[in-house]
């Protein structure tokens, strides 16, 4: 949600900021000059420089300050699965040790004994195929 917000904001910031420095014509133009003769009266060459460098410092500003919001956000998924990997290697290290019981399992003489029914060799493990003999 935040992230979406931000990301609004970038790209509206981005157009004002090439539509205020598109405006601008250099040293004593502006605005004033970019409209004709009667906006030159308003503005004149310092009042829409002054007007004209502030929005673009205002929108430079804002602009900085999304981009490095954004690049926070999009790294912070990063750390996240970089944790989840974390967790998982520990899990698979964990795997061979042997654990403390606990009051929630049961022990192994409360459970029930395996059924007669099963196949004989259920729990065998599967037997490997043979190497293959080498060429001469």
Do not use: W
């Not at 970089?82 to 967790?87: G, M, N």
């Not at 795997?95 to 004994?113: F, I, L, V």
């Amino acid at each position: 949600m935040l992230s979406t917000f931000v990301n609004i904001v970038h790209i509206f910031v981005c157009l004002v900021l090439m539509f205020v420095v598109l405006l601008q014509q250099g040293k004593g133009g502006g605005m004033g000059s970019a409209f004709g003769g009667a906006s030159a009266q308003v503005f004149g060459g310092s009042g829409a420089g002054n007007i004209l460098t502030r929005a673009t410092a205002i929108c430079a500003a804002v602009f900085m300050l999304t981009s490095v919001s954004l690049a926070y956000m999009s790294s912070s998924g990063d750390r996240a699965l970089r944790a989840k990997v974390a967790e998982e290697q520990s899990k698979v290290k964990d795997r061979g040790t042997k654990r403390e019981k606990t009051d929630a399992t049961p022990s192994p003489s409360g459970s029930a004994a395996p059924s007669s029914s099963a196949a004989p060799g259920m729990n065998a493990p599967a037997p490997t195929p043979p190497a293959p003999a080498p060429s001469p």
